[in-house]
DNA sequence: TAGATTGTTAATCGATTAACAATC
DNA sequence: TAGATTGTTAATCGATTAACAATC
C-alpha cells in the first residue's frame, strides 16, 4: 500500500501528463514533417471520393489509396483533432474542411518558378487553375525567348527583375528549376528578395539561413537509387 | 568473480558478434535506402571534386555539400566497406570507382519514361549523355503528333507499343509522367511488359506487386508542404 | 607531442506498427 | 451479442548523432 502522499503525487503526474498530450495533439504548433505530406495527399483522395458521391469514408479505405496501414490515418487525424465514428467511419466534408484549415493560409501562398524549361513548365501546368490558396503568380528566365511570354495564364519575366517582382507580388515560396551550376546563385536572390521558403530540383544542395524552410529533391538520385533496387 | 563456464562464453559470444557485424558491413546484400540516395550525390560531388583536381577529400568536406553530418558520411563510406587515411581523408578517384560498381551494373540499366509532356522532356534532358550505365532509351505518348519524333535523341513510339519496344529495348525501368488518370493503366502495362522498377511522378499512389520496386514523388504534395513550413 | 581525422559503438530521436479498450 | 471501427498507448524499427579510441 502506498502512503498518501505518493498516492497524491501521482494522481498529480497523470494529469499533467493528459494534458500536455492534448496541447500536444489539438493544439500542435507544428505537425510532424510525414503528417504534412500525408494530409496533403488525403486532401486530394477526399475530394475524389466526394466527386464520387461518398459522403463517409473508413481509415482502412484511406489506408489503401497511399499503401500505409489504417493505424496511421487515424493517428494523422487525431493529431489534427478530429473524430470520426466507429460506425460510418469519417464524414469527408467535414476532414476536407479541417485539413484545409491546416493547410492553407486564408490568405494564400503566393509561389514562383524560376528556370522556363521543362521541369518549370511542368509544374505550373500541374497548379494552373487548381487551387485558390496556393497559387504560382510569376515565372523567371534569362533566356530572352522566354520572357514576357505567358504560359497557361503565368507570365515569364526577366530574371534580373526577380527582386522587384517577388516584392510587388508577395511572394514567400520560390521554385528552383534552373541548372545546378545557376541554382545557388538564384537561392540567393530568392531569400534576398525575401522569399521564406524554397523548393529546389537543381542537382545541387544548397545552403539557406535556419529562417527560410528549404526541401530539396534530385530526379537523378531518384533514378539510380530506382536502378539499384532493381539490380539488388 | 565468473565462473570459468561463462568466462568462455562471454568470449565466444563477443567473437561472433563481431564476425556477424563485419559481414553485415562488409558484403551487405542491401545497402540502406539512404545510404544509396547519398551515395549517388556523393559520387557527382566527387566527380565534380576530381574536375577541380582534387585528389583527396575528408569526411567534413563531404558533408557539407549536403548538409549531413561527417559520421554520416564516414558511416557510409565504412559501410560499403572503403578506408580513408586519418593524414589525406579519402581517395576521391578510389572511392568514385567503389561507388560505381556498388551502384551500376557492368551491363547497365536501360530505362523509359512514359508520357512525352514537360517532365518527361525533363528527365530525359537531365540524363541524355551523361550517363553510360543508366540510360533512357525509349518514350512513350498517346499524342499522335509526339509519336515517332526524338528528343535529345530518344525516340517516341505509340503508346500501344510499349510491350513490345520494353522487350526487345531490355527495358527494366519505367518513369511514369502521365496525368493522374492514366498512371494506373500505364503501371499495369509497364509491370506486365516486365519492368522491374517503376518511378511514379503522376499525382496517383500506385499499388504494385512486391517484385516490384516502386518509388513516388509527388510535386504538388511537395509544394504544399513548403508552404505549410513557410506559414508555421 | 598536439591536433586532426578515421572507424566504431552506444545513445538518441522520430516515425511506424502492434495491440487493445472503448464504442457503435 | 458479435463484428467492426475508432482512439490511444506501448513496443518496435530505422536512421541519426554523440562520443571516443585508434591512428596519422
Do not use: W
Amino acid at each position: 500500500m502506498l502512503p498518501n502522499i505518493f498516492k497524491f503525487g501521482i494522481a498529480i503526474y497523470i494529469i499533467a501528463l493528459k494534458n500536455s498530450r492534448n496541447s500536444q495533439t489539438k493544439n500542435m504548433e507544428r505537425l510532424p514533417d510525414k503528417t504534412v505530406e500525408r494530409l496533403s495527399k488525403y486532401r486530394r483522395a477526399l475530394f475524389a471520393s466526394m466527386i464520387e458521391g461518398k459522403t463517409h469514408i473508413f481509415s482502412h479505405e484511406i489506408a489503401k489509396m497511399f499503401h500505409i496501414t489504417p493505424v496511421q490515418v487515424r493517428r494523422d487525424i487525431m493529431l489534427i483533432g478530429y473524430s470520426g465514428s466507429q460506425s460510418k467511419g469519417y464524414y469527408i466534408k467535414g476532414l476536407t474542411e479541417l485539413i484545409s484549415n491546416i493547410i492553407d493560409t486564408p490568405e494564400g501562398i503566393r509561389a514562383a518558378v524560376v528556370g522556363m524549361g521543362n521541369l518549370g513548365r511542368s509544374i505550373i501546368g500541374y497548379f494552373n487553375g487548381k487551387r485558390t490558396k496556393l497559387t504560382i503568380v510569376a515565372a523567371f528566365d534569362i533566356n530572352p525567348e522566354k520572357v514576357d511570354k505567358e504560359f497557361v495564364g503565368v507570365n515569364c519575366y526577366q530574371y534580373d527583375r526577380l527582386s522587384e517582382i517577388i516584392k510587388k507580388e508577395k511572394i514567400s515560396v520560390g521554385v528552383i528549376t534552373v541548372p545546378a551550376i545557376a541554382a545557388v546563385n538564384v537561392a540567393e536572390n530568392l531569400i534576398k528578395a525575401g522569399v521564406k521558403g524554397i523548393l529546389n530540383y537543381a542537382p545541387k544542395s544548397l545552403n539557406v539561413p535556419s529562417t527560410v524552410y528549404l526541401e530539396e529533391y534530385d530526379m537523378i538520385t531518384s533514378l539510380e537509387k530506382v536502378a539499384y533496387f532493381v539490380k539488388h
